[in-house]
């Protein structure tokens, strides 16, 4: 795998890749680059829930109202708006830090040291005492989460050739779902295993709250720590593309390289086919995220229990979507990107369908099984071609930038329309839904399509 590569990966580097073996496809999911990736998967995935769902968990036990939890959970906001600041990522050097480690490591570390600080700063204050540390650490490592997330895009794109994207899609996406189980059920499980018992209280009589500040120190300690693992992997790692930036004369110069040509460059080098690609980026995960925001409640509706939604969908559906990630990425170096971003494309509508058969079949915990065996294989094999294509479109000068824009704009669409999917629901029920949010991924299948025959991306 090439991790230095000396000119901007672009749709024509991956036309002339010789076809690999599958040994060699399976072979690269070892090699150095992709065991970094992981790693660093796991560094951006750890901070997403502790600032969110493990969070709002903690507050609610701390006895904080609702109502509040809800209002904090807008510090989430910063991943939205990445985008603003990414520009600053890409161009501005880190004072002796960016000479010493290069542009993408040394704004990895910083945000990375970032995330510790916010953590232990969550770890110490107390929420029955004063929320306001506890905010403003929270929104400390969300804003530093997004930017390591920002530097991470960047540092996956220029660490390898188009071609390759798929397996570091793959590798990062394990690093990143196993760092979200962590965060998630790990946190709650060493806070658990941290509780003081009844019996065991300091003094016999003494009713103690459900809250223990100790134990929830321990636990997000104990995530701090966690995020070593990021910080070794880019001390240890190598800058993968050193670009020479173009020195700026003045302010606006600088400004206008910063905030005018990433954007430039992409309507430069696509013209009017930017239009079909915004479209397409724009759309292309449009089946699922609708549908799945109506997958919990549906759930619900039909009677299956907390426990079984959360180890059927929760555990193991997130296995089955790094299965469909590695088996994603492998296709992708195998067949090209585009013929597996229109296979993703496909089983993502398809799997819908079968939620409308689960719909009228009733309660049955192994068709439940079965449904959600198809849904994450189909989005795992989507997501890793669909980030190997975004990575592909960039221009590693502006890679930061450019890959937030997109990162940032595939999900605007299918939000918004998501919003009113539970009206839907209510006036025609989840059969006619889920067909219906099937029937939105036939605009993708074409939009997949036109782009393979105007702007190849394999043979």
Known sequence: MNTSPASSPSPADDSVTVRQTWREVWRSYLEPASLRMFALGFSAGLP?????GTLSFRLREAGID??????LSWVGLAYAFKWCWAPLVDRLPIPLLTQALGRRRS???VSQLAIVGGLVGMALADPRQTLGPVV???LL???ASATQDIALDAFRIESADTRHQGVLAATYQTGYRLAMIWAGAGVLWVAAWAEVSPAAAPAAGVIRAAYQQSAWQLAYLVMAASMLLGVLTVLFSREPFRAALPPARNLVEWLRGALVEPFADFLGRYRWQAVLILALIGTYRISDV????????FYVDMGYTKDQVASVTKVYGVIMTLAGAFVGGALTVRFGIYRILMLGAALSALTNLLFAWLAGHGHDLTALIAVISADNLSAGIASAAFIAYLSGLTNVQYSATQYALFSSMMLLAPKWLAGFSGVVVDAVGYTVFFNGTALLGLPVLLLVWVSMRKMPLSA
């Open 107 to 109: 704004w990895l570390l």
């Open 48 to 52: 997403l829930l502790l600032v969110l």
């Open 136 to 138: 403003w650490c929270a």
């Open 66 to 71: 609702r109502a509040t939890i809800g209002y």
């Open 141 to 143: 490592v969300a804003v």
């Open 290 to 297: 609708v549908m799945g925001i109506m997958a919990n409640p």
